[in-house]
């Protein structure tokens, strides 16, 4: 039988932790995953070019929100083991945790990889033999050798995409399995050796390229299927049936489960990462039909709000929830923006409510100026808060109303309830409206 010899093994794991690593980019990954690192012992430099980022993650006031990132930021700030500053610095191993937004590609998009290369030139200055660089921004295939030719030879470098979901990404840092894809065996063999500190999740091991486009595929099958419940949701309108019904009725298939139609697909993944595929392939039709069908939701909700306040003068909208999907304060690529910038083309009055947002695109205010003399209500995120409005909220919100009209493109409203306070409630995909013979 092997004998572990403990000191060994105690010294062992020092050594891994003497380690330093400079996390580049402090949003929504970087920060979290700098914080994990020094919570497990790691010293970390985290970097980002944003001052205000860096001053306000010195003075412990994080401009994101997500459950228990504060608590897990401080912690790391008042071990020691984290500092935070707008210039990268030597260390063993860099992490790039950059944006990679799109941009407009003769008619379709493609990665803005700016940021990356950017990132790249920042840290080459200060990497030597044997150092690590780790890419957890979402690439388009191909683009981690490429900056493995950059850094030159003796750099290992590893793509380890990033999977977490707002809302859960403490739990899901720790909790899901991580794909690693290394330049070489070696670069991928010493990335997982850093994340096996705090991931309990299975750990698999790949080459750089695949790891790429495993990440982008995850996505673009969510897209997809997100993009199937939006084209049922229209098909239901058309037809008299309510969507939301039929999907539950359709999930009772033990081999079925299709996902929610809504306003549009935001964020700074799922709409824009399939593009990243599009861009390098011929082949991928369905997922360029799937992203524009999604693009486009926000123009049929559009059209739902202008059909529900036909022949109402000069019509005031109150839009409540401008964030991407609910309890995230995040507005990147939100449906709401293109509504509202449609509904303002229209020259509607319209007024936004958001309790988690903080940066939008449009001025944001209270809910009582949002609703006070409005025709219509739209629901574009779903916020816990607006499900659980009460009896005394919603005729306290329908007094304040010049028309008592309320559209739900998330279906996360108590109809009944609002219905019962005197308003004529309209629910995206639901057919049924229109249908004499209801059941
Ligand atoms: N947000 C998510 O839920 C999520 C999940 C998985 C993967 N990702 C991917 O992770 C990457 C980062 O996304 P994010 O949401 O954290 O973005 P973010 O905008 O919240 O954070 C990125 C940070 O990088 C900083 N930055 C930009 N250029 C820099 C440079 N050259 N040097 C140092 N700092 C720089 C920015 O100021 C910003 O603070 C993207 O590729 C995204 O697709 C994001
Ligand atoms: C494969 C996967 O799960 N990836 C996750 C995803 O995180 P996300 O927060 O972007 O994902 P969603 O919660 O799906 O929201 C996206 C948009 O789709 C709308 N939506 C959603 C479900 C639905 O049934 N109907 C909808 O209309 C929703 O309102 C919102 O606008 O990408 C991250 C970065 O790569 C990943 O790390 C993370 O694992």
């Given at each position: 039988m092997e004998v572990i010899n403990v000191e060994d093994e105690v010294s062992k794991e020092k050594t891994k932790k003497n380690k330093k690593i400079c996390v580049v980019g402090l949003g929504y990954i970087g920060l979290p995953t700098a914080s994990m690192l020094a919570n497990h012992g790691y010293k970390v430099v985290g970097v980002d070019i944003d001052e205000n980022k860096v001053n306000a993650i010195k003075n412990g006031t994080l401009q994101i929100e997500e459950p228990g990132l504060m608590t897990l930021v401080k912690g790391a700030i008042n071990s020691g083991n984290l500092i935070v500053k707008t210039e990268p610095e030597e260390a063993d191993i860099f992490i790039i945790c950059v944006p990679t937004p799109a941009v407009e590609n003769n008619g379709t998009k493609k990665c803005d990889l700016s940021y990356v290369w950017s990132a790249a030139r920042s840290i080459k200055p200060y990497l030597k033999k044997g150092n690590l660089v780790i890419i957890e921004s979402t690439i388009p295939p191909n683009t981690t050798n490429k900056l493995h030719e950059f850094f030159g030879e003796g750099i290992y470098v590893a793509h380890c995409p990033e999977r977490v979901l707002p809302g859960r990404i403490l739990i899901e840092l720790v909790e899901n399995d991580r794909i690693i894809g290394g330049v070489d065996k070696k670069s991928a063999e010493l990335a997982k050796e850093i994340y096996q500190s705090f991931v309990d999740g299975n750990i698999y091991l790949t080459d750089a390229t695949t790891a790429e486009m495993v990440k982008l595929m995850e996505n673009t099958f969510r897209d997809v299927n997100i993009a199937l419940a939006n084209e049922f949701a229209k098909v239901c309108e058309e037809i008299g049936v309510n969507v939301w019904e039929a999907i539950e009725l359709a999930n009772k298939h033990p081999r079925v489960n299709i996902l929610k139609p809504g306003p549009g697909v935001g964020g700074h993944c799922i709409s824009i990462d399939p593009w990243f595929i599009v861009e390098k392939s011929k082949n991928a039709k369905l997922i360029k039909t799937a992203r524009e069908l999604n693009d486009k939701m926000p123009e049929y909700v559009c059209n739902l709000i202008l059909r529900e306040v036909?022949?109402?003068?000069n019509p005031k909208i109150a839009i409540l929830g401008v964030t991407y999907?609910?309890?995230?304060?995040d507005t990147r690529e939100s449906p709401a923006k293109k509504i509202v910038a449609m509904l303002i083309s229209k020259n509607f009055t319209v007024k936004c409510y958001d309790p988690h947002a903080k940066v939008f695109d449009y001025e944001l205010c209270d809910l009582r100026s949002c609703i006070e003399n409005a025709d219509c209500i739209v629901v574009l995120a779903d916020h816990n808060e607006f499900k659980d409005f009460n009896e005394e909220e919603i005729k306290n919100i329908g007094s304040k109303m010049r028309t008592k009209k309320i559209i739900d493109t998330k279906n996360i409203l108590n109809h009944e309830l609002w219905e019962k306070c005197g308003f004529d409630v309209v629910l995206l995909g639901d057919g049924k409206r229109f249908r004499k013979s209801k059941l």
């Open positions: 036909e022949g109402i003068e999907k609910g309890n995230v304060d």
